[in-house]
């Protein structure tokens, strides 16, 4: 996942451009640290550090580029988790996630969520 990142982060200050597939617009939030060792939908260890997401619908395995909307702070997650059908956030990131996207005093911002083709 490090490498994947690296390669994002290296194409767009050359740029270099990827395409989306799929996008959508939603609040973002993230996970409890009462989660942190707890196995993911993927059957990963959930861990506050790592830069992954939990989505209602987009396959486990993705990676997605999330865009906080308030402050055009962008990064680059690894879907490895289900969000439950009745959350009313469209995703929820980790912890390392949200202050990367700058939203943790504000507990949830609105994002734009894109598949990388």
């Known amino acids: 996942m490090k490498y994947f990142i690296g390669c994002v982060l290296?194409?767009?200050?050359?740029?270099f451009s990827f395409k989306a597939i799929?996008?959508?617009t939603g609040?973002?939030?993230f996970y409890a640290n009462k989660f942190n060792g707890r196995r993911t939908s993927s059957g990963e260890i959930f861990n506050q550090e790592y830069l992954t997401a939990a989505h209602k619908k987009i396959k486990?395995?993705?990676?997605v580029k999330v865009t906080n909307l308030e402050n055009d702070?962008?990064?680059v997650l690894k879907v490895n988790d289900r969000l439950g059908k009745s959350s009313g956030h469209t995703i929820d990131v980790t912890k390392k996630a949200a202050e990367h996207l700058n939203f943790v005093q504000n507990g949830s911002a609105k994002v734009l969520i894109e598949i990388l083709e």
Do not use: D, H, P, V
């Open 73 to 75: 702070s962008t990064i």
């Open 27 to 29: 609040r973002a939030s």
């Open 22 to 24: 799929y996008s959508e």
């Open 10 to 15: 290296f194409c767009s200050l050359f740029g």
């Open 60 to 63: 486990l395995g993705t990676f």
